[in-house]
């Protein structure tokens, strides 16, 4: 067969370069020796969650570790999952997190030398390579329609076999040079398939900078290498992309790993060194007692957004994210509590070999601790910013008063007290938990445990002693006075001693009175609250808790 004639009338395509031309438009980068060239390589489905952020995480520290870059190409070849928006939203969602490119699609940076850096951009480059392997021998033309390709597997199922096109099975491979014309000139539509030279019987070693050691059997799938639209698939355009975008490591999810085969045998009839792989292990969570995979339908914490929307504090979310990528993150971080996490020497060998547990609680956790060492200012800008981009009206009305919220975050992140306060978990919640100190989001609850005689005396007789003007001591002394006045006992120890001579102790009245300032029995000093709220409101708030 006049293989040249064939590849021509394939491809006849009039902008492909000489195949060394490539070499020398993307020559090797010039880096120091042991830097890494790391890349995420997302399909732009405006869908961002987890396990991206769990990988490009590894990417970036791996890369910004070793003097490298790390890079963003955007895997479009399939135009209908595309989404408008969502290369900025990747960028943009990365960014929070403080995970930033050097170089990629929209990155405004002078490394771009590699682009472009979207694989529809880049179609004569796979289409010179396609051409290439046709013309050895190595590729050719497949007429089969979807419906016989459904035939053959259910026929391959039905006799308990390995499913694909191969071996007896690859019907094109052997179509005789009049065949292919003929189905040509009569219009079928065609894809470029692998003519695979491999043969499942060997087995090859392969060394996963995650896995570690392991065996995978030789490919002998004829894969389809470019569409019938003329464009790649993930397999051959990956293989091409990061050859000559000279990454030297690729940080992929597992279910790739079933794909290695193929890779391999690409990369070599490619004549191209293959770039060193890790095949991250899926994110799993605790479902009722069973692990499972985090899934996009049942766990809103999978995206992304999920995180932003709630207002997690982004370092909190990366240093939860470093816990489960390194093992020994946490040790490091309790021996240096106050290090920021890029100090932290990561290294791709302490990656997990199998399931990652995702664990919310323990994020939140980390999160909690994280916004305890922040200062009422620097909580103020936080949840602001959260504020202006997801919070209601009424927030956005409140956040402009930055003192009052300051004066605020002092105290419920018990700020010049003898122990910070861990309270505020996220923007979301933070923002909830001072909701009380504004007269329009005031939604309180009057549940007290005594009946409604006693907790209008306690509240008129505190209403009427209350001076803003009481220290702490001051204050307290009112409560105590006003206790003893409605039967309840003004010292703990009075009321220990003997519980039954009294309704109950200077406790219960404080909570009585917490109930109708804050609405709920539980909050921070109560008589800085009122300080806070300021001696009009206070009155206010207790004369309508009276009423009800
Ligand atoms: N586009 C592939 C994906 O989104 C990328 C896999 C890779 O990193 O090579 O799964």
Not at 226 to 237: C, E, N, Q, R
Not at 523 to 531: H, N, Q, R, V
Request: aromatic residues 12%; contains cysteine; glycine residues 6%.
């Amino acid at each position: 067969m006049d293989l040249k004639k064939l590849a021509n009338t394939l491809i006849p395509d009039t902008d492909l370069l000489p195949l060394e031309k490539y070499e020398e438009i993307y020559p090797p980068r010039n880096l120091p020796r042991g830097a890494e060239v790391t890349r995420l390589a997302p399909s732009p489905t405006g869908f961002i969650h987890l396990g991206n952020l769990y990988s490009a995480l590894a990417d970036e520290r791996i890369a910004h570790t070793t003097g490298g870059i790390f890079y963003l190409r955007i895997e479009d070849t399939d135009e209908k999952r595309r989404v408008e928006g969502a290369v900025e939203s990747v960028i943009r969602s990365l960014k929070y997190f403080n995970v930033n490119f050097d170089e990629g699609a929209e990155i405004d940076s002078p490394l771009n030398k590699y682009g472009p850096y979207y694989q529809r951009q880049r179609a004569s480059i796979y289409r010179a390579f396609a051409k290439d392997l046709i013309e050895r021998g190595l590729a050719y033309p497949c007429f089969c329609t979807e419906e016989e390709l459904n035939k053959v597997r259910e026929e391959q199922t039905a006799k308990k076999l390995i499913t694909g096109y191969y071996g007896e099975y690859a019907k094109c491979r052997n179509l005789s040079e009049e065949e292919i014309y003929s189905n040509l000139s009569a219009g079928k539509p065609f894809v470029i398939r692998l003519k695979s030279q491999g043969n499942t019987a060997n087995k090859l070693t392969f060394r996963d900078r995650i896995k570690g050691e392991i065996t995978v059997t030789e490919n002998d799938q004829d894969v389809v290498i470019l569409k019938s639209d003329g464009i790649p698939t993930y397999h051959f355009a990956h293989a091409i992309d990061d050859y000559f975008m000279r990454t030297t490591l690729v940080i992929r999810g597992e279910e790739w790993l079933s794909s290695l085969p193929v890779h391999i045998e690409l990369f070599k009839v490619l004549g191209f060194p293959m770039p060193a792989y890790g095949h991250t292990c899926s994110l799993m969570k605790v479902d009722n007692g069973t692990k499972r995979k985090l899934s996009k339908r049942k766990d809103p914490e999978l995206s992304l957004d999920y995180y932003r929307g709630e207002g997690y504090y982004p370092v909190a979310v990366v240093k939860y994210l470093m816990t489960i990528l390194n093992s020994n993150f946490e040790e490091w971080e309790r021996k240096n509590p106050s290090a920021d996490y890029t100090q932290f020497k990561f290294t791709i060998e302490k990656m997990g070999r199998s399931g990652a547990l995702f664990d919310l609680d323990k994020l939140n956790d980390i999160s909690k601790t994280e916004l305890s060492k922040l200062s009422a200012e620097e909580m103020y800008a936080f949840l602001n910013s959260w504020v202006q981009e997801f919070g209601s009206d009424a927030d956005r009305a409140h956040f402009a008063d930055s003192n009052y919220i300051i004066s605020i975050l002092n105290l419920i992140m018990g700020i010049g007290g003898k122990k910070r306060r861990k309270d505020i978990e996220r923007a979301k919640q933070g923002v909830a938990l001072i909701a009380y100190f504004f007269d329009d989001t005031f939604a309180p609850v009057y549940e007290y445990r005594f009946d409604k005689d006693t907790v209008n005396g306690v509240l008129s007789s505190f209403a009427a002693a209350y001076d803003p003007a009481d220290d702490n001591q001051g204050w307290f002394a009112k409560v105590k006075a006003v206790a003893a006045e409605h039967g309840f006992a003004a010292e703990m120890s009075e009321y220990k001693a003997n519980p039954s001579a009294y309704k109950g102790s200077v406790a219960d009245v404080a909570e009585i009175l917490r109930i109708a300032v804050t609405g709920m029995p539980n909050s921070p000093d109560l008589c800085t609250i009122m300080g806070i709220l300021g001696p009009e409101r206070c009155a206010k708030r207790l004369a309508s808790a009276m009423e009800k």
